[in-house]
């Protein structure tokens, strides 16, 4: 995916601080977009699903591209409406959060979410995010 200039620069124009979201306003939404970088330096921007849990946003996915990046770096941006907040994602192994995220993503997602489960079935992985 090729990025205009116009699109790097909004980017890089002050983002919101971690410390200073309102995790409940971005529970609120369906669908947010995380934005990692690929190993070659272009920005990959994809939309996900989101739950707020204990004050952080949590993310879950597959083997994913987006993974690999945030495991090579794990400072990323999150795209939320037109705001663009700068975080940290940390995956997440525990078996508690783990459980607690996807009883959360079925609460918020429901049919939809249980529909998809069936091809995690190679299992996911569950990333929060905080600040940098």
């Known amino acids: ?10 980017l890089a124009a002050a983002p919101a601080l971690a410390d200073a979201i309102d995790w409940q306003s971005v ?10 970088v690929d190993p070659d ?15 952080n946003g949590w993310l ?9 990046n945030i495991r090579r770096d794990p400072d990323v941006r999150l ?14 192994g525990d078996a508690d959060a783990c459980a607690a995220v996807d009883a959360a993503m079925r ?4 049919w939809t979410d249980r529909m998809l489960g069936v091809f995690r079935w190679r299992g996911s992985h569950v990333l929060r995010l905080g600040p940098r």
């Open 79 to 92: 795209r939320v409406g037109e705001r663009v907040l700068e975080l940290r994602a940390e995956e997440v």
């Open 1 to 10: 995916m090729k990025w205009s200039l116009a699109l790097i620069l909004a």
């Open 107 to 110: 609460a918020k997602y429901g």
């Open 60 to 68: 879950r996915t597959g083997n994913s591209r987006w993974l690999a």
């Open 41 to 55: 330096g272009e920005l990959r921007e994809k939309k996900v699903w989101i739950a707020v849990l204990d004050g």
């Open 27 to 36: 529970a609120s939404q369906d669908v947010v977009r995380i934005i990692t």
